[in-house]
């Protein structure tokens, strides 16, 4: 039975499982939107394309299946590239689809004419312009193999509105030739050899483990080999969730808003153990004295990360999670007569991090009469018990919230680690949301990212869905502010937001429930109020304006040269709008 | 200092762009670049000259280019012998009394006459790239030059597979 390309496409879409697409109508995409019904995908119906792809992210960090946006060609393809650009950076498997002018006007500044695949060829992994009907089906499932195989990534498929109407054949799904897209599956056994000698010989081990364990599913071996080998893990921002927070190995966050003792750990290690991660500026400081005593492994399945930034003494080229269950086989195998070589070393190591950890724990001052940011998040901790999905935008609350939440799962902790997206928490929040209906799914953002996806309450409200946004609002854009006053003496330029909307009004304007609060005894009430609220909530909370987020390492420092604590703290007067 | 990347590509709609834009978005800026159908259907060979280019970037160079999904091989021609050549076609006005020295200059450099339509000639360069610049030179005495050049050409030399070598390093 022949049917229109539109009617293809979605059967295709079905063919690789895809249950809910984020998008958002427009001309050529019509015959699309025209067959939808016909189909059991859910269409979730955003308030701007930038959203649909942080949706489509939402869903797919959330789950680890590909998430799926759609819009249509010109502006709404052009609004999806920073979320492409955001899934590119973060490795999130994310299939776009996009309509393009007809074949004939290509080229010709048509009506809603944008050169997308020129556009978005650097912010994906791969993209296809689809040239005839015939081709659909092949792109598509060549599409969602490449979006979530090898280091996953988000694939464009635009499609011309003429390919979208003319009548073909469905076909049967045919072996795939892709003769230069190889995927790293299991690591060499001789890399893997060198590494358990290194890992037994290693005095003051760390594990640093990043995104590809959650990608790669590997939790549950990474938590076996810091069992087996008793060496402490830290995580990436967005490693968070790879291996319990609770756990007594556990260092929490790395890096630039890193603990105490989790950068000295790294600093004075002499093997770093690196999994799924790509040594990012945020992560090692200044390069020339980052863990300069370490030897490095390094795994990753995405050749060019292994060497890029730093030298790895035994490079292991796979997947995360293959390779560690045959190191942990290994590991297992070796070490009752190799772990006693060095016990000693380590359990004084283990025990310099534990007297560090208690040297300098992460504090604040606490008040009785603001709201502390830190506060807030302790007590979204105390009552979710790490239960919780919590999406966030990019700031100060978000490294707060890498420092203060605790996960015990992999895929409850979603952000923009690597592009560091304003307006990335609500929206990805809805996305994670439709793939968890049974979850508390928090958006937890700041009063600058909140204002650049407001919309999305619409589609929050429209669905019904259980996202419970949490504003931290400091009336700033307090991460730019920090900068200000540490590193430009002060001087706050362009960075207050002293207009901020009612949330009481705004949420009844949209017809949900919404409170706005900025007292301490309020606090605890009022977010088991959010919690316990069946459907959406907006939840305005009033901070403490200027607290900064410490530890910080000043950037283009080194991890040593991170500041613990405020120097005696400037008054506002003076430097601040009067 | 010019280093050279040879790759092996599926020859789909955008893969040059593909390739270009790995060497521009990492602000390398191309000096030639040569790309014609390979020996298998559908395979096409690219050979890409750049200059300024450490050993760290050009390994790191390989790898990204390797993950272009129509990317098949790609190789660091500067850590591998090869067999670098070099096509040039040189448009030439030479004055009637210059006419015997000349021609007599073609063949000493080696170089042949495809076309000859007094004062008119165009004459026909083949070798590696330093050669035929100094063989360009040498014409510049015999009149105004216009001249083609196709770029470098090259083959890796012997039969290792150096394509291997390059991932791992």
Redesign the interface.
């Known amino acids: 039975m022949t049917k229109i390309g539109a009617q293809i496409l979605l059967e295709c879409l079905e063919r690789e499982g895809v249950d809910v697409i984020f998008g958002y109508p427009g001309g050529v995409v019509l015959p699309i939107y025209d067959k939808l019904n016909l189909f059991k995908i859910r269409h979730y119906l955003v308030r701007h394309e930038q959203n649909a792809c942080f949706a489509a992210q939402g869903y797919a960090r959330s789950t680890g299946r590909v998430g799926v946006c759609m819009a249509t060609s010109g502006p709404g393809a052009t609004n999806l590239v920073t979320g492409l650009t955001d899934a590119y950076l973060d490795s999130i498997p994310v299939v776009a689809i996009t309509g393009q002018v007809s074949t004939h006007l290509l080229g010709t500044s048509a009506f809603q004419e944008a050169d997308t695949?020129?556009i978005t060829?650097?912010c994906t992994?791969?993209?296809y312009?689809v040239?005839s009907v015939e081709e659909l089906p092949a792109i598509i499932h060549e599409a969602f193999y490449?979006a979530s195989s090898g280091r996953p990534g988000p694939v464009l498929v635009d499609i011309p509105k003429d390919v979208l109407l003319k009548a073909a054949e469905m076909t049967e799904l045919k072996e795939m030739k892709?003769?230069?897209?190889q995927v790293p599956e299991q690591g060499d056994p001789a890399e893997i050899r060198q590494a358990i000698a290194l890992i037994w010989n290693a005095e003051r081990p760390v594990i640093y483990a990043g995104g590809g364990v959650i990608h790669a599913g590997a939790s549950k071996e990474l938590r076996e080999l810091a069992e087996i080998t008793g060496i402490p893990v830290t995580t990436t921002v967005m490693g968070l969730g790879g291996f319990p927070s609770v756990h007594p190995l556990s260092l929490g966050m790395l890096g630039m808003h890193g603990r105490f003792a989790t950068n000295q750990a790294v600093i004075q290690s002499d093997l770093l153990i690196s999994l799924g991660v790509r040594f990012d500026d945020r992560v090692t400081g200044a390069l020339d004295r980052f863990a300069k005593g370490a030897k490095i492994i390094h795994v990753d399945i995405?050749?060019?990360e292994i060497?890029?930034i730093v030298k790895a003494d035994a490079p292991i080229?796979g997947d995360v999670k293959r390779v560690l269950v045959e190191l942990n086989r290994q590991l297992r195998e070796t070490s009752k007569e190799s772990a006693p070589k060095k016990q000693q070393a380590r359990d004084a190591w283990r025990a310099q991090i534990a007297a560090w950890q208690k040297e300098h724990p992460l504090k604040y001052e606490q008040s009785k009469t603001e709201i502390m940011p830190q506060a807030l998040l302790e007590e979204i901790v105390r009552l979710t018990q790490g239960d919780a999905i919590i999406s966030v935008d990019v700031g100060q609350h978000q490294m707060w919230g890498a420092q203060y939440f605790q996960f015990n799962e992999p895929r409850l902790w979603l952000n923009s680690g690597g592009l560091g997206s304003m307006g990335f928490g609500l929206p990805a929040a809805i996305g994670a949301s439709v793939a968890h209906p049974e979850k508390t799914t928090i958006a937890f953002v700041g009063d600058g990212g909140f204002q650049m996806s407001l919309p999305e309450l619409g589609t929050l409200a429209n669905y019904n869905l259980p996202v419970k946004v949490v504003i931290m609002n400091n009336q700033y854009l307090g991460m730019v502010r920090q900068w200000q006053e540490l590193f430009y003496q002060g001087n706050y330029s362009e960075v207050e937001f002293p207009i901020f909307p009612d949330c009481e009004k705004l949420a009844a304007a949209y017809g949900i429930p919404g409170k706005v609060i900025d007292k301490p005894n309020q606090l605890t009430d009022a977010l088991k109020k959010a919690f316990s609220t069946k459907g959406p909530y907006l939840l305005d909370v009033r901070v403490a304006r200027e607290e900064n987020v410490y530890p910080i390492v000043p950037s283009g420092g080194a991890l040593e040269d991170m500041i613990l604590e405020p120097k005696a703290k400037l008054t506002s007067a003076g430097k601040s709008k009067p | 200092m010019m280093q050279a990347i040879s790759l092996l590509v599926e020859n789909k709609p955008g893969v040059l762009a593909r390739i270009t834009g790995m060497f521009t978005s990492r602000g390398f800026n191309i000096e030639s670049l040569t790309m014609a159908p390979a020996e298998e259907p559908g395979l096409t060979r690219i050979t890409v000259l750049i200059a300024g280019c450490n050993e760290n970037q050009r390994v790191q160079l390989v790898k990204q280019l390797e993950k272009i999904v129509h990317v098949v091989e790609a190789v660091d021609l500067s850590a591998v012998k090869m067999v670098p050549r070099e096509l040039a076609l040189v448009k030439i006005d030479v004055a009637a009394e210059q006419q015997i020295n000349f021609l007599n200059h073609v063949n000493a450099i080696g170089a042949h006459l495809v076309e000859s339509a007094p004062p008119s000639y165009t004459v026909e360069l083949v070798g590696d790239g330093d050669t035929l610049s100094e063989h360009i030179s040498s014409l510049k005495k015999f009149g105004k030059l216009k001249v083609a050049r196709s770029g470098m050409l090259a083959m890796v030399q012997g039969q290792k597979d150096a394509k291997v070598e390059s991932v791992k390093s």
């Open positions: 695949i020129g060829r650097s992994k791969h993209n312009l040239p490449v892709l003769p230069g897209y995405d050749p060019a060497n890029k080229l």
